[in-house]
């Protein structure tokens, strides 16, 4: 062999070996897939915000909020809510103490609980069940996100604040626990309202009180076999709302969520209270004119301390001054004996009041002495409330009672209570004051004539 | 005087046949254990919360896989309920882009979920176990809360130190939820039989489901993930070489973080928040 047939051979071999060598680890090639990014070009779509602006109205009166119940919420992020009130006229006040829940509704037009965290005391529920039975309205507010004991005052309405949440995957703002509403019952709560968005909200029980809707693509958490949800339900005047967070500064811009908020604040102001004895001496708006018997000065003068301490602006009229026509539309308190047909007047007739033969109110005879009279009359134009006794003591202790919210075991109504008690005239009443409510003297509960 | 070379070139004529094989076959040996290398199967470890620490030190690794011809084939070993959205999408984007190269296999060990799925579907197929944790497609965030304001703070903007507002925060949230989600959708394709939808409702399925779903490929071991890879290399007889001790780094006890209390996601600052792809345990 020549050398040029030995490189040629050379060359051969080494090319075999490495051919060997590769197939010894290779069998194939590898071919990429064909790798594409995916798609960046998202977009979420957001509601249109609806535009809004705030009415002011006049209007005097307060609204209550209940801090008593370790409320889960911050007051500061919800000032736009507290604005619509203020722009109605309606200041916003806070309980702390369930123990004076009934004196602060007795002075309010609307009660708000927003997250309760603790439960409400049977004796706090009936204080509230009275408040709305006399046509003060309720604003429930419950947040699935934290835990509440709302239901505990729900129920007492015949709602409740289901568990879970409600989201959507299709229509929200922006996040699938964001669900947008748009089916509203026909009711004022709606008006100007296209759309609402909540923020973790919850479904309330029953469904055929519900006013807000889900649509067919929202789901609960919690309850898979319904196909419908409320997250906002009325009954009467007690509204129970599950979500707090769409009246929150940061999220009440969306979609409808500010003018349905406003429409919250005008159904909270336009609640109708029948006023009743209990709530004294919060019976009346504006100024009141306290006309009295010469024998009761003592007692007008501390009744309108009593009132001055309260806020409440009161005169106290002379005799025969009442009825002049400046006072016509004031209202009144009246402070007098069983048979001053003089102030008494037509408002005897209204209370089923009789002093002949025997003195008696709706037909129940009293003791002329020893008993008391406390009544309200409600006109169209003013409001009259009488106070009568033939004594002094007698008149102190009645007062007493019905600024210390103690004639439960007197009244005969809302409107009317009746003292009859020789022991109430025998001990020595605690004078008429209002800066501390002090122990009433027992005095004899008249039967209802019911 | 005879020449010295004499005796060695009558030896060469005699038996330069076999000579010149053996000269060839020893040098071609040689040659070929420089030009064709036994084929190696690097495989990386993801077995950690994930956070932009660890995204380095993966993409670190990715990037040797790639440069380095010897490794024909990755296997990625996922044990992770995911972590911070950023260093998740990293970890994606560093496979996405040696995918192009090399093929990857996934072999999920207990759990691929949240942004370990994310990285996870940029292989090119992936293997896990009947009881294996995949899915959990989302974000987990908490929304930005109002700064306060202080006197001695400056700043030239009302959303310098808070990000965006909260709604508009929860939009970016849903954005990148968004994002996830297309990405599986597309680098799943024709093999997912979920509808997008109920992926977007972020439920973790058990390893047999995700094979039924088309979230995984094939229910398999660790062997069956290197036999993949080797297959879709078109590789034999290859070796499987740890890439990160190839590269020298000391080789860390990994902390397996499996499950994660939500009340550990902390922001990074005060006021501007995180966003998670991780798996996380409630409380009862």
Known sequence: MNGKKHVKLFVALVLLVLAAHALLY??????????????????????????????????????????????????????????????????????????????????????????????????????????????????????????????????????????????????????????????????????????????????????????VFSSKGTKSTAIESRASFSPVALNGGVLALCDQTFLSDQFNESAGNKQFASNLAQWLVSANKRPSLRDFPYLFRGRVDIVYSPKFLRVALALKGLLDGKGLEANVVAPGQGQGPASAAANQIIVTDFGSKNLVGENAAAIGLTTEPALSVNGIELDHEGSGIVALVLGKEKNVLLFLAEKEAVMQTIITHANQRSLDSFLLNDGLAVFASKEAVQEKPQPVSGAQPQQPPAAQPVPSSK | MENSWEPVKRFWRRHSLPLTMALALAFGLVLASYLVPQPVIGTLDLKAEINSAFAEDFSEQVRFARENPEIKAVVVRVNSPGGEAAASEDLYLSLLELRKAKPVVVEVEQIAASGAYYASVAANYVVAKPSSDIGGVGVISSLPEPEEVGENKIITGPFKGQRTGKRHYARQVELIKESFLNAVVEQRQGRLKLPKEVIAEAQVYKGMEAVKYGLVDEIGSGIRALEKAAELAGIVHYRVRDVSEWMGKKKQGVQVVLFVDENQLSPKTNTVPANYFLYVEHEG
């Open chain 1, 26 to 211: 290779y069998r194939g090639v590898y071919v990429p897939p064909k790798t594409v990014l995916h798609n960046l070009d998202i977009s979420v779509p957001e509601a249109p915000v609806q535009e809004f602006r705030e009415k002011f109205a006049q209007g005097d009166g307060m609204v209550l909020v209940d801090r008593a119940h370790d409320n889960a919420f911050d007051e500061r992020n919800f000032s736009g809510f507290f604005s619509s009130l203020a722009s109605k006229g309606y200041r916003v006040e806070y309980v702390a103490d369930g123990n004076l829940l009934e004196d602060k509704l007795a002075e309010a037009s609307a009660f708000v609980s927003i997250q309760s965290v603790k439960a409400f005391q049977e004796q706090e529920i009936v204080v509230v069940q009275r408040f709305a039975s006399r046509g003060g309205r309720i604003l429930l507010i419950a947040d699935p996100e934290k835990s509440h004991q709302a239901n505990s005052l729900a129920t007492a309405f015949d709602l409740f604040f289901e568990s879970g949440y409600l989201y959507d995957f299709g229509e929200n703002d922006g996040n699938f626990r964001y669900p947008y509403f748009s089916q509203f019952a026909g009711n004022a709560l709606f008006k100007g309202v296209k759309k609402l968005a909540f923020y973790i909200a919850c479904s309330v029980a029953p469904n055929e009180k519900g006013i």
